[in-house]
């Protein structure tokens, strides 16, 4: 049994429940089998088990162990992609329910945390800082519309003078400040997700790696110890999809992210950071994202690489983006460093879609992850059931293979991130 502990992070040292499910032993029955257990597959079950149906979930290492428990815990509105963007891609009618689909899923975020109990430290509000001057005309410009054209007054710009009163950042133009954005510690709320998919019944199976499956007049699911007969499967997976299903697997990138954790700042500190705790987010191609903890720590997240090693140095390699942010945190102890691997798409919208008339899927959430990938489960509780309206609005949205298909994606990849982190760096 693999059952790998969680990777060393500040979330791996809070978490605030222990909990433990058998590796898959000999045969086993469901109407559906979910393989991965982060947010997408635990909030399928959850939904599932919530309309009668009974569930199998298979996760290779430990429930939250990948990005699900690793990420920045923001939960962000609306989609990846810009609603202007989207409009230029499926028209108005079309973006206007995809916003309304991502606003719904910061609500399920929410609706699940009360509903099941889960302490995973929720807290309110974006702050998303302009990096270059013409990013804050964009960001206006942004705000205008969402106001106007999709009648959400949860936003307001902020501009350069204010800006400086709320945090102590380097290099930013305006901000725009998005109330009903959210954000919490990751583990935690997969922990709390995988404690009430239990408490509802579905079956959950740790160290459980799924080495592949058949369709026949059922799917036949199976891992090293054990097999899994379903009418239905979820696959799950994002950026550790790997080889299990080659026919989505061109369309993601799995890239790592990177994170750190300070030692707990002083509370003026933290106040003169983020005046009021809320996320903050720039708006360079390869995004900064940072916000504090309960015990006023910066978790800070910055940097990427796109092979499968990490950084020897992960603090380090973090540490120098935060300083041209932060330069006051130049002799602040850095704790915890840590990265992850995320799945990304040539649009940055996720991938939704159905492989079969038994085989669903969705991944690709490219850093938007903690609420839509909880809005998936949903849907995709919804689709199995028989209800596609929902999410065909999400897989009605185009998706592209990489360029070469997961052979040649790494050298294109490469080359265009070089390209937009030295426009990043060059204004």
């Not at 369309?251 to 992210?257: C, D, K, L, S």
Request: hydrophobic share 40%; charged share 20%; proline share 3%.
């Amino acid at each position: 049994m693999e059952n790998q502990a969680h990777v060393e992070s500040w979330y791996a040292a809070t978490a605030n429940q222990q909990l433990e499910f058998p590796a898959l032993a000999g045969t086993s029955k469901a109407d559906v089998c979910i393989v991965g257990g982060g947010y997408t597959g635990l909030s399928t079950a959850i939904h599932l088990r919530q309309r009668g149906y009974s569930v199998v979930l298979l996760e290779a290492n430990r429930v939250g162990w990948g990005a699900s428990g690793r990420n920045g815990g923001h939960v962000g509105t609306g989609q990846r992609a810009g609603q202007q963007q989207l409009e230029k891609w499926v028209g108005l009618e079309h973006a206007q329910a995809l916003w309304q689909l991502g606003l719904e899923a910061v609500d399920t975020v929410c609706e699940l945390i009360a509903s099941h109990r889960i302490d995973c430290e929720l807290k309110q509000g974006n702050l998303h800082v302009a990096s270059k001057a013409g990013d804050a005309r964009e960001l206006r410009e942004e705000v205008e519309q969402l106001n106007s054209v999709y009648g959400y007054d949860q936003i307001r710009y902020v501009d350069r003078a204010e800006l400086a009163t709320m945090t102590s950042g380097q290099g930013f133009h305006g901000a725009s400040l998005d109330a009903g954005a959210r954000h919490l510690h990751p583990l935690n709320y997969a922990l709390g997700l995988a404690r009430a998919a239990r408490d509802l019944g579905a079956q959950l199976h740790e160290g459980s790696r799924v080495t592949g499956y058949r369709e026949g007049d059922k799917v036949t699911v199976k891992t090293g110890n054990g097999a899994v007969t379903c009418d239905y499967l979820v696959v799950a997976c994002n950026g550790y999809l790997e080889k299990l299903e080659p026919r989505t697997a061109g369309r993601i990138m799995p890239i790592n992210n990177y994170m750190l954790a300070t030692e707990p700042l002083p509370e003026a500190l933290a106040r003169q950071l983020i005046r009021d705790d809320t996320s903050m987010t720039d708006t360079l191609f390869v995004v900064n994202y940072w916000k504090l903890s309960a015990d006023n720590r910066l978790l800070f997240g910055g940097g990427e690489s796109y092979t499968r090693r990490f950084p020897a140095d992960i603090k380090g390699f973090v540490r120098k983006y935060m300083l041209r942010i932060y330069p006051e945190l130049a002799n602040t102890r850095i704790d915890y460093g840590w990265g992850g691997t995320l799945a990304i798409t040539m649009n940055r919208m996720p991938d939704f879609g159905r492989l079969s008339s038994r085989v669903f899927y969705a991944h690709g959430y490219s850093g938007h992850g903690v609420p839509i990938a909880t809005l998936a489960g949903k849907l995709l509780a919804e689709v199995i059931s028989g209800s596609a309206e929902r999410f065909d609005i999400m897989a009605g949205v185009p998706s592209h293979q990489f360029p070469g298909g997961t052979l040649l994606r790494w050298p294109g990849l490469v080359a265009g991130m070089l390209f937009y982190s030295l426009r990043d760096r060059l204004g």
